[in-house]
């Protein structure tokens, strides 16, 4: 059930209970078999509105541990070979670099390959308005308008398994203690503030399957929108013109180079064409040199 069902589950429970407080009282009935017909209606009224709320209770455990459960999903062929290229190279980084990748306008996601036998990555998702690179380095005080899920990306068997290990709700869910503007505690209904949490955590769990179809075994095929122009080998900051097309930086491409699944084209496409269809740019004849042979990764069909 998504946040919409619950949101029709919910109300179809206010109307039934609505019904249920509008209907005359038992001994206000004048006739015996008005009594009774006024019962059975409370009764199969009371029946409906109990396994709605068994129900409404069950999915929202469900939901809770949804988000926190071990999900297989395929692997990703990008970051797999990226993380081997690391990883695996003479001279591997100190330090793991952070990739800050925008899957949508407001959906990014920080990436960082480990060096270890279970655990491939170490990840954090970020979903809300105002998105940008600096949001993943700033203090979380400064962007609550976000919500985050923090996850690791496990080896499975023939896939790769996503654990959820901690989530923040963003402010807009508001699942704190209505306040006054003179800061003065507002009362609520019985159960309103558990209505909200309960929604945020329906939320955490589309954010959990946003991010797996998001990240599909295909994903970077027709390039990838970075949040901050850094090196995806050693993270560093790029800063000339084709550093910045390739994603690495020219120190890690002597080392690293070719192998990098970074730029791809298929028999038709010169370097030009690709990089023209991804970022908007017409290569000059020197730079098209530069991008073209090793820099290109072959056509594989």
């Known amino acids: 059930m ?16 609505a ?21 059975d209606k409370r ?5 409906e509105i109990r396994a709605i709320e068994k129900a409404l209770e069950a999915e929202k455990k469900n939901h809770k541990n949804q988000v926190w459960a071990a999900t297989s999903m395929p692997a990703v062929m990008f970051f ?41 990555f170490d990840c954090r998702a970020l979903e809300g308005r105002y998105l940008d690179a600096e949001s993943f380095t700033e203090k979380r005080d400064d962007h609550r308008q976000l919500r985050q899920l923090n996850f690791r990306i496990l080896h499975g068997d023939g896939c790769w398994i996503f654990k959820a290990s901690a989530g923040q709700y963003s402010s807009d869910d508001q699942t704190g203690h209505k306040v006054d503007e003179n800061k003065r505690l507002i009362q609520e209904p019985i159960g309103a503030r558990q209505a ?20 599909t075994p295909e994903f970077c095929s027709d390039g990838i929108a970075l949040l901050s122009q ?22 890690c491409w002597g080392k690293a180079g070719v192998n990098a699944p970074i ?28 991008l073209s042979g090793s820099t290109l990764k072959p056509d594989s069909a």
Not at 196 to 215: Q, Y
């Open 2 to 17: 998504n946040t919409s069902q619950n949101n029709n589950t919910a109300v179809e429970l206010a109307e039934l209970k």
């Open 19 to 39: 019904e249920m407080d509008g209907l005359p009282h038992y001994f206000d009935a004048e006739t015996e078999k008005e009594r009774n017909a006024l019962w």
């Open 43 to 47: 009764r199969a009224l009371g029946k």
């Open 80 to 120: 797999d070979e990226l993380r081997a290229v690391i990883i695996g190279g003479d001279d591997p980084p100190k330090r793991m670099p952070k990739w800050r990748l925008k899957l949508a306008d407001d959906l990014g996601v920080e990436i960082q390959p480990k060096d270890s036998a279970r655990v491939l």
């Open 196 to 215: 909200r949490i309960d929604a945020a955590d329906i939320r955490l769990l589309d954010l959990k399957n946003r991010i797996i179809a998001a990240l």
């Open 230 to 251: 850094n090196c995806l080998i050693c993270g560093h900051g790029l800063k000339d013109p084709v550093s910045r097309m390739r994603l690495i930086g020219p120190e």
């Open 263 to 290: 730029l791809i084209r298929t028999s038709d496409q010169t370097a030009s064409d690709v990089v023209e269809r991804r970022y908007g740019l017409r290569l000059t004849e020197a730079g098209e040199k530069m």
